[in-house]
């Protein structure tokens, strides 16, 4: 259960799980998977922050592209990664207009 099943669902309906394989399947995470030091993300809908901070909390670098968003959808899931971020410990840099990273903490970043 995420975060996102607690707000507004009704527990007896099916959430949008249809959705969340596809970004799944489009970002490929595999959170045992060390190898992949950087994800790469370009949410659809706001529900896509939580694999967001999922690949964080696995100690990946993700950069988000918040170009596919609607402007307060944007707004919100950079509040949302920003959050979790300042909880993690890490940091988040931005690298071009709604180009972001979020790294981890431990992560060094030059830029």
Do not use: C, W
Request: glycine letters at 8%; charged letters at 25%; hydrophobic letters at 45%.
């Amino acid at each position: 259960m995420g975060i996102f099943d607690l707000f507004g669902k009704d527990p007896k309906t099916k959430n949008d799980r249809v959705a969340r394989t596809e970004f799944d399947e489009r970002i490929n995470l595999d959170s045992d998977n060390k190898t992949a030091p950087v994800a790469v993300f370009s949410p659809t809908a706001y529900t896509d922050v939580e694999i967001i901070i999922d690949a964080i909390k696995a100690g990946k670098n993700a950069v988000v592209h918040l170009t596919e968003l609607k402007t307060e959808t944007a707004i919100r899931v950079l509040d949302m990664l920003s959050g979790a971020i300042y909880a993690l410990g890490g940091g988040v840099y931005e690298m071009g207009k709604n180009i972001f990273m979020f790294s981890p903490a431990g992560v060094e970043v030059n830029v």
